[in-house]
């Protein structure tokens, strides 16, 4: 059964962190793309940052410097690091997995940034 199961989400003041996991199962993870998109309230989904199955990473210039994407191959899991939180961060956070013939994303964990 292919599952992504986001966690680590919560309500934080302005300028904290927090730190995503996403745990993967049912895929061929070490093959896979991973990213992890957020929607805010009345917005469309964006992404925020992605990692090849590789190790290389990108993210949205709105996150550079204060986010960070990681992945553990071995553990089937990827992370992302939420540095400097402001309150435009706010929004569900989903991860996704992508590789030929699989493409899925998670349920979502809240992040919930105050001023």
């Known amino acids: 059964q292919v599952q992504l199961v986001e966690s680590g989400g919560g309500l934080v003041q302005a300028g904290g962190s927090l730190r995503l996991s996403c745990a993967a199962s049912?895929?061929?993870?070490?093959?896979?793309?991973m990213a992890w998109y957020r929607q805010a309230p009345g917005k469309q989904r964006e992404l925020v940052a992605s990692i090849t199955p590789t190790g290389t990473t990108n993210g949205a210039d709105s996150v550079k410097g204060r986010f960070a994407i990681s992945r553990d191959n071995g553990k089937k899991m990827v992370y992302l690091q939420l540095n400097s939180l402001k309150p435009e961060d706010t929004g569900v956070y989903y991860c996704?997995?992508?590789?030929?013939?699989?493409?899925?994303w998670g349920q979502g964990t809240q992040v919930t940034v105050s001023s």
């Open positions: 049912g895929i061929p993870f070490s093959f896979s793309f």
């Open positions: 996704k997995a992508t590789t030929p013939g699989i493409n899925t």
